[in-house]
């Protein structure tokens, strides 16, 4: 399975921007990078996904390496609400396409 | 509308019982999935299944499996139940096994005492 590699956690003020970094340098070249989020209590949300080009949605923007062996996620504007784990996730191809869950990235939004 | 509904939220039983959990969703999905998250967080993926193939991930003990009565359900079974089964269960869906985006249910907290 490709791997992903995320900090623990970060801390990011409310209404600033927030970056978050992951590697996954084994990724190859089905592989889609998938960003999900967990809030207390609730299961996994989507927030975006991208192969190659930088992607941006109404939740989030993802910035996508030229060599693809790592991306950041990026929120513009941190509220409370964005306080949760996020992860990093190479959507990888074993029949169906399957998401493989990492650690991900515990962020805390400080008022 | 909750897109992906699973019942019970909350499931406590004794060890050796049989159980099912629940799943619907409302996405027009025909793929569907069972995750279980444990006590350390981990999110693992149980099986993947479409109208064409179940896909087990080879580390889940036989005495779970999922049925189908249709493409918007994916019940979950699980006979003998043991302490070490103990964890959040999410069901989620997503459209033809692609690349594109699932959907998560609000998970079935099972306790085994």
């Known amino acids: 399975d490709a791997k992903t590699t995320q900090p623990n956690s970060m801390e990011s003020n409310e209404e600033e921007p927030v970056h978050l970094p992951c590697n996954h340098s084994?990724?190859?070249?089905?592989?889609?990078i998938h960003w999900y989020r967990q809030l207390p209590s609730q299961g996994p949300e989507y927030v975006i996904h991208?192969?190659?080009s930088n992607v941006n949605n109404r939740m989030a923007s993802l910035a996508i390496a030229e060599d693809r062996k790592s991306s950041t996620l990026i929120l513009h504007r941190a509220t409370l609400r964005d306080a949760a784990v996020y992860y990093c996730i190479l959507k990888a191809w074993a029949g169906s396409y399957q998401l493989t869950f990492g650690k991900g990235t515990k962020l805390s939004v400080i008022p | 509308d909750t897109a992906v509904s699973q019942t019970p939220k909350y499931l406590v039983t004794q060890m050796g019982n049989d159980k099912s959990i629940k799943c619907e969703q409302n996405?027009?999905?025909?793929?569907m999935y069972w995750y279980k998250q444990d006590s350390k967080k981990f999110l693992k993926i149980m099986f993947s299944?479409?109208?064409?193939?179940?896909?087990i991930n080879e580390t889940v003990p036989n005495r779970f499996s999922p049925k189908s009565p249709d493409k918007a359900h994916l019940n979950l079974h699980i006979n003998s139940l043991e302490l070490g089964d103990s964890a959040v269960y999410f069901c989620?869906?997503?459209?033809?096994?692609?690349?594109?985006?699932?959907?998560f249910g609000q998970g079935t907290r099972l306790t085994v005492v």
């Open positions: 299944y479409n109208n064409k193939e179940l896909i």
């Open positions: 991208g192969l190659t």
């Open positions: 084994t990724i190859s070249g089905t592989d889609y």
């Open positions: 996405l027009g999905h025909d793929t």
């Open positions: 989620a869906s997503s459209m033809g096994g692609g690349p594109t985006e699932a959907f």
